[in-house]
């Protein structure tokens, strides 16, 4: 048997699967999202540690014997300091963090574009990790001082259940320390950063072994033999290896908070004009993707926040009977905007009310600003020249039916649905099987694992309507971005 664990930004899933890719198990760990202060996001890894190793103990009941691997899907970006006696010296910062505006316009402006792309092969977002290490160093010199160890999400779990300092090339792109194309670290970046080498992990493939499972912790789950630790990567990564996201120009849309466009490559590219990320996949070879911050985040926004209803099956039911309204609009910049316009001030809008509309107006216009917004990322991965034939969607959006439809309608592509919903935890139980040689390579076991369930086509008549539609969304940013920097720079 082998463990995948997904370290999400909501919880922990941890699940228990077969080498035929059979689930036996699935245990689910909650943890609290701090935010002390606007655009600040926050969390404890010692609190993903203690729910993990919670979950652990649970899903391996009456399967200890069987236990043979573990392997990891994180957060990406995210920043985890641990001082000379591996204590945690602050919160970890997160991912979805907005605080870095000013440390990114040094790297983008000061440092230069043309030297991150040529050190990374990307620019400075005000997500990644690099931002906030400069951050810590210029807000918090006393905690950046006492740094010994530079880590991600995932590496901490990896550090604490194994031992062993390790990260992977796939989780270490989304650094902007590493360089890409070459899956190695960038000198130049550390050394602009104030890091030494030994204060970053020791660099492996997401399949490679990085160690095994610390005696203590198998005492704790009642398992005697060795358990080797597999590397494991970033949750975008692991998501597509868990949908079989590996051949070039294959396509995954993730819907979870955030919502990502994922393209495998075979080659390094790097997008020059609208900055797309390009990263190490977690298979060997490299991928090109584009992060919109609120994705299905916005739905659960406008339901639990502002309709203070969780029926998600009433809610999509009432935008599938709503009309296709063409003077509706929403912009899902809830959080300021990564792909495709680069702008932490951005923010959400409806755009377009009248008096005749009612909530389900809205419930629908919701949807259609989300899928807007992940078309204008999926046309500019399209201009690289990438030849895209069908995308696969994962997420708890992609529980959604009518979703997906839009989905298909919008980008007017054929859409297909994984058989399970658990790609990341998946993936990450693939490269472990990957590790221990139970497949020969990540591609080999992604065609005997993955499956795939309901397959969506366009509709003709609601791809014509809909692409009217989005050639009017695209022209609302614009017009609001001089009013972004008015209201909410300064």
């Keep these: 048997m082998y463990v995948g664990i997904d370290l999400g930004t909501s919880g922990v899933k941890i699940i228990l699967v077969s080498k035929k890719g059979i689930i036996k198990k699935i245990v689910s760990k909650e943890y609290p999202l701090l935010a002390p202060k606007s655009l600040w996001s926050e969390q404890n890894p010692i609190d993903w540690y203690n729910q993990t190793l919670s979950g652990l103990k649970e899903l391996v009941k009456d399967y200890e014997k069987e236990i043979k691997g573990i392997s990891f899907s994180g957060q990406m970006h995210g920043l985890v300091l641990l001082d000379k006696n591996d204590n945690v ?5 997160l ?10 316009s040094y790297l983008n402006n000061e440092i230069g574009i043309d030297n991150l792309l040529k050190e990374t092969g990307n620019i400075a977002l005000t997500g990644l990790t690099a931002p906030k290490v400069l951050w810590v160093k210029k807000h918090e010199p006393n905690i950046f001082k006492q740094i010994s160890k530079v880590m991600l999400p ?8 194994s031992g062993e300092f390790a990260s992977d090339v796939s ?5 902007l320390y590493f360089d890409c194309a070459n899956r190695k670290y960038s000198s130049y970046m550390l050394d602009i950063l104030g890091l030494k080498k030994h204060m970053v992990p020791k660099v492996y493939e997401s399949y490679d072994i990085v160690g095994t499972l610390k005696e203590d912790i198998k005492n704790n789950l009642n398992i005697h033999q060795e358990v080797k630790i597999i590397a494991g990567g970033g949750d975008q990564a692991v998501g597509a290896i868990g949908l079989g996201i590996v051949n070039d120009g294959e396509c995954s849309i993730s819907l979870g908070t955030s919502g990502v466009v994922f393209v ?10 609208s900055f797309l990320q390009s990263y190490a996949h977690a298979n060997g070879k490299y991928h090109i993707m584009a992060v919109m911050l ?10 639990e926040s502002i309709l203070e209803d969780n029926n998600y099956n009433d809610y999509y039911d009432r935008v599938l009977k709503a009309k296709k309204d063409n003077k509706l609009f929403f912009l899902p910049y809830l959080a300021g905007e990564r792909s495709p316009i680069n702008n932490p001030y951005a923010k959400g809008v409806i755009f377009g009310l009248e008096l005749s509309h009612k909530k389900e107006d809205i419930d629908r216009a919701i949807v259609e600003g989300v899928t807007f917004a992940l078309r204008d990322s999926f046309e500019l991965i399209k201009n690289l020249g990438i030849t895209i034939h069908r995308i696969k969607i994962t997420g708890g959006g992609s529980k959604s039916n009518i979703w ?11 859409v297909q649905k994984g058989e399970t919903e658990e790609g990341p935890a998946l993936g990450a139980a693939i490269l472990a099987m990957v590790g221990l040689k139970v497949y020969p390579n990540v591609d080999e076991a992604c065609n005997n694992i993955v499956k795939l369930s309901d397959v969506f086509y366009p509709v003709p008549e609601n791809t014509k309507i809909y692409d009217i539609k989005y050639q009017q969304f695209i022209k609302i940013y614009p017009q609001m971005k001089v009013l972004y920097k008015e209201l909410y720079q300064n």
């Design 89 to 93: 010296l602050r919160n970890a910062i």
């Design 95 to 104: 991912w979805n963090d907005q605080r870095t505006i000013e440390e990114v």
């Design 171 to 175: 989780d270490l792109s989304g650094t």
């Design 264 to 273: 495998s490559s075979d080659y390094f590219k790097i997008d020059y004009k």
């Design 404 to 414: 997906a439809q839009m989905i298909a309608d919008v980008l007017n592509i054929e």
């Design 154 to 161: 995932k590496d901490y779990l990896i550090y604490r259940l």
């Design 294 to 303: 609120n994705a299905a985040g916005a739905m659960k926004w406008w339901n």
